[in-house]
Nanobody, 120 residues
Framework: QVQLVESGGGLVQPGGSLSLSCAASGRIFSINVMGWYRQAPGKQRELVAAVTNDGRTDYADSVKGRFTVSRDNAKNTLYLQMNSLKPEDTAVYYC??????????????WGQGTQVTVSS
């Protein structure tokens, strides 16, 4: 029943900005950590940024200072503000959330992914 729906991907020029959103819905008791991952063609999926339910954040070295991850616990929504985008940021971005779907039962859910393309 739990679903993660991402939005905000698209085409942007180098140096530009994009904002991604991920809304969780369904039978949700609570959400622990939420994060963004990305996967470029021919490469493994990697962590971009994550945020805990109390606001602690973690970023990949390649995006520190450029990306900002945040969440709205009341709306069960995750955000990623991406600034100073580079061509190497081009990838499919996936939302991930550790969700308590039943009392004491957690599962890592994935969104369907949204394409981010940084190109002139």
């Amino acid at each position: 029943q739990v679903q993660l729906v991402e939005s905000g991907g698209g085409l942007v020029q180098p140096g530009g900005s994009l904002s991604l959103s991920c809304a969780a819905s369904g039978r949700i008791f609570s959400i622990n950590v939420m994060g963004w991952y990305r996967q470029a063609p021919g490469k493994q999926r990697e962590l971009v940024a994550a945020v805990t339910n109390d606001g602690r954040t973690d970023y990949a070295d390649s995006v520190k200072g450029r990306f900002t991850v945040s969440r709205d616990n009341a709306k069960n929504t995750l955000y990623l503000q991406m600034n100073s985008l580079k061509p190497e940021d081009t990838a499919v971005y996936y939302c991930n959330a550790d969700i308590e779907y039943d009392s004491g039962s957690f599962y890592f859910y994935w969104g369907q992914g949204t394409q981010v393309t940084v190109s002139s």
